[in-house]
């Protein structure tokens, strides 16, 4: 698949800093931000299925381990995954892993229907065919399972950095594929996969550029609370949605 192998060698180099970003100000603050919102979306997820497909190193992967998922995880990026493998062991969490696979969105080495739940965050902005990664996950996930997905909103507060990002198919600062969408073309794109929108969340992450600028964060912060589920929610840069698997599907 055209960038996997770029992305993945991007990714493998990342594994050693990606945690470092949420050590200033403003990355604690986005990090402590979307922590929250999957522990409260995720919250009634014990006991089940779950697929985590890209799981980096594993800030996710240990709240759905802490809930008491039956965790699988899957990521393009082996040392991804193992730096994910090595926290839920040093957290004394291993039992609650199933399988870690090195794996790419587009073929996941799962039977259909093997899940009851799945969450891929913070990944749908680095791939090329969304239909295809979507339908991809969409056919691992049982009947009226659920789906909690992320993606960079376009129009946005953000507007100008998400079109900066779309012109040069690259993130800001850095050297990996990246790209912005407009909320309906991912509806339509989850749609088509099967997947209906249940519920949604708007989140307003503080740019890297302003992560060590403490008082524009703190503000920055009161914003992305205020857009969660109020009309500003429409505006966020990240919507967090939570989609449902159609009993019938494709
Ligand atoms: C921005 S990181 C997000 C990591 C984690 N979900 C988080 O939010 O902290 C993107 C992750 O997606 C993985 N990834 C990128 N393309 C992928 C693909 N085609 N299939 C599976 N994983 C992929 C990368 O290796 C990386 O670990």
Same mark, same amino acid.
């Given at each position: 698949m055209l960038d996997e192998q770029a992305t993945r060698s991007f990714y493998q180099e990342d594994s050693?800093?990606?945690?470092?970003?949420?050590?200033s100000p403003g990355g604690n603050i986005t990090n402590r931000a979307q922590i929250r919102l999957v522990q409260s979306v995720c919250s009634?997820?014990?006991h089940r299925r779950v697929l985590e497909v890209g799981?980096?190193? /594993?800030r996710f992967s240990e709240v759905l381990a802490r809930i008491g998922a039956d965790l699988t995880i899957a990521d393009l990026a082996p040392a991804m995954l193992s730096v994910t493998v090595e926290r839920l062991k040093r957290e004394g969490l291993?039992?609650?892993?199933r399988a870690a696979e090195c794996a790419s969105i587009y073929q996941l080495p799962f039977d259909d229907d093997s899940f009851d739940c799945a969450f891929m965050l913070?990944?749908? /902005?680095?791939?090329?065919d969304t239909q295809l990664a979507l339908n991809e996950i969409s056919r691992v996930l049982r009947p009226n399972g659920t789906l909690l997905v992320n993606f960079p909103n376009?129009?946005?507060?953000?507007f100008p950095a998400g079109a900066r990002v779309n012109r040069q198919a690259k993130a800001v600062g850095q050297d990996v594929y990246s790209r912005w969408f407009r909320p309906c073309d991912m509806t339509s794109a989850l749609a088509a996969a099967g997947l209906s929108i249940v519920d949604w969340y708007g989140h307003v992450h503080v740019p890297r550029s302003l992560h060590t600028n403490r008082w524009v964060a703190a503000m920055i912060g009161s914003l992305d609370c205020a857009s969660?589920?109020?009309?500003?929610r429409h505006l966020a840069p990240v919507r967090f949605c939570l989609c449902r698997k159609s009993e019938t599907t494709q």
């Open positions: 050693i800093t990606y945690d470092s970003r949420w050590h009634g997820w014990a799981c980096g190193t /594993g291993e039992s609650r892993l913070n990944v749908v /902005g680095h791939l090329r376009l129009y946005s507060i953000y969660r589920h109020t009309w500003l």
